[in-house]
């Protein structure tokens, strides 16, 4: 197995997470959190990554599946095909549409 480095990151605001990093690359393998699903409470979960690739000088996970603790959300499994740097975005893309 790889050697790896176990730390708990805990923010000013906000939950906390445990990260599980490569010691040797510094890449990330794998986050345990807890989420605040609707519906459902808080729910621990565990997030792995794969698939680091060099986009532009920056090594992104081209995958990442997170394990949910229950069956009524099982898990998730992300993989992006390609990613684009500098693109142009119009200035408000990262708003949330507004409450109806």
């Known amino acids: 197995g ?3 480095l176990v730390l708990r990151a805990t923010p000013a605001r906000g939950r906390g997470r445990t990260l599980v990093v490569d010691a040797e690359s510094g890449l990330l393998l794998n986050e345990s959190l807890v989420l605040l699903e609707p519906g459902l409470g808080e729910l621990g ?4 990554y794969d698939d680091w690739r060099a986009v532009e000088g ?9 394990e949910h603790p229950t ?3 099982g898990t998730y499994d992300t993989t992006w095909e390609s990613v ?3 693109v142009e975005l119009a200035p408000d893309f990262f708003e949330l549409p507004a409450p109806k």
Do not use: N, S
């Open 45 to 48: 979960t565990t997030i792995y």
């Open 71 to 73: 069956p009524l959300l």
């Open 2 to 4: 790889h050697a790896t």
């Open 58 to 66: 920056v090594r992104l996970p081209f995958k990442a599946v997170a």
């Open 84 to 86: 684009e740097a500098h």
